[in-house]
């Protein structure tokens, strides 16, 4: 296999399937993003309000090959360029990270280039880099997704430690939930960002769990309050029910992220996943960073949510720092990050 130093002219194809989108990307030098291309399963999910891990698997492989050309063709460049193929190797759905992973490593045999395995939530660490490469350490992550929701301190590359975590669902989860119990469809967190601008954010006083305990945080509570509230007053409108749940979401999200970035003398604060695209959130987390002094980073909202471009991205890196990942590497729909103590 050739193995090229790693530098500012490695490019590095991505490849994304975790759950469902299918995603690929060329990025050269960790940084520069040559080409990314999304395509999303939303619609072909909707009607069953939410993701079909065997409709996604499906999907994916009918996908993975246009939107691999796809990026090799918008990136501009030779496929003969490439000097290392990556893709996530998890957490996600098993059959859904077994079509990337399968073609990520084909590519790497059968062009003769490293083959490096990305964890999905290391990526969302990353998409901020991309954006702004001379972010400074020790940074703050807010990671809010479907599937997680946890305080990171990044004091390096690859070094980081978890500061605090949900103990019950994820931020994305509850809106997923509550937007399919208020009948808004899927994908549910767009949803009730949108009918939020015609609600009043202040109308039902829902519960803030744990918002003065330690750096967890915890949303089932809250979703229950939300069923029971709309159960007990059946014509409360639908909007102010979605406004009053994102504001006491995104008020616990925005405490506890201050307060972690207070704790560790965080010179930023840092937004990822697939609810920093919330426009509230965005909105509030922003101004709480003037109000404390601190740098402020809120990655585009295609950046936010599922893309390749973050996973080239963290590859090469990956790559710099501990070189290829074997061929025989499994892919782990349970995949941890590995955290430092503190
Ligand atoms: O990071 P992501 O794209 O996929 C995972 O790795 O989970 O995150 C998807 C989650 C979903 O729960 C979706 O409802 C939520 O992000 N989301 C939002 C918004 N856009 C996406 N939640 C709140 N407001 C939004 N605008
Ligand atoms: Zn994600």
Redesign the pocket.
């Known amino acids: 296999m050739t193995l090229r130093p790693v530098d500012e002219t490695t490019v590095v194809l991505g490849i994304e399937t975790?759950?469902d989108e299918t995603a690929a990307s060329l990025v050269m030098g960790g940084e520069d993003v040559l080409s990314s291309v999304v395509s999303s399963q939303v619609d072909l999910h909707a009607q069953y309000g939410g993701v079909v891990p065997e409709i996604a698997s499906r999907a994916h492989l009918e996908l993975i090959n246009p939107v691999i050309a796809r990026a090799i063709v918008e990136a501009g460049v030779d496929e003969r360029r490439v000097d290392a193929v990556a893709a996530t190797i998890g957490p996600g759905l098993i059959g859904a990270l077994l079509v990337g992973v399968s073609a990520a490593k084909a590519l790497a045999l059968a062009w003769d280039v490293p083959f490096v395995g990305v964890n999905?939530l290391e990526a969302?660490l990353y998409a901020a880099f991309l954006e702004d490469p001379a972010l400074e350490l020790p940074l703050v992550v807010l990671l809010v997704?479907?599937?997680?929701t946890m305080l990171i301190e990044m004091r390096g590359h690859g070094d980081f430690s978890l500061l605090g975590r949900t103990i019950d669902d994820a931020a994305?989860?509850a809106?997923?939930k509550v937007a399919r119990f208020l009948g808004l469809g899927y994908?549910?967190?767009?949803a009730?960002?949108r009918i939020s601008d015609e609600g009043d954010p202040t109308a039902i006083a829902f519960p803030r769990a744990m918002l003065n305990e330690g750096l967890d945080f915890s949303f089932s509570g809250l979703k229950t309050s939300v069923l029971n509230h709309v159960r007990a007053n059946p014509d409360v409108a639908t909007a102010d029910v979605a406004a009053s749940f994102q504001m006491a979401v995104v008020d616990v999200l925005v405490a506890k992220a201050r307060r972690a970035a207070k704790e560790v003398g965080a010179k930023g604060l840092v937004l990822g996943?697939?609810?920093a695209?919330?426009?509230l959130l965005r909105e509030r987390f922003l101004d709480a960073c003037t109000a404390d002094g601190i740098r402020g980073f809120l990655p585009s909202r295609a950046m936010?949510?599922?893309n390749a471009a973050m996973i080239a991205a963290t590859a090469w890196h990956r790559l710099a720092a501990d070189g290829p990942t074997p061929l025989d590497v499994a892919a782990n729909p349970n995949l941890k990050l590995q955290f430092a103590p503190r």
Do not use: M
Not at 187 to 190: F, I, V
């Open positions: 975790s759950c999905h969302h997704s479907g599937g997680h994305g989860e809106f997923d994908p549910g967190g767009p009730i960002d996943g697939g609810v695209a919330n426009s936010c949510t599922d």
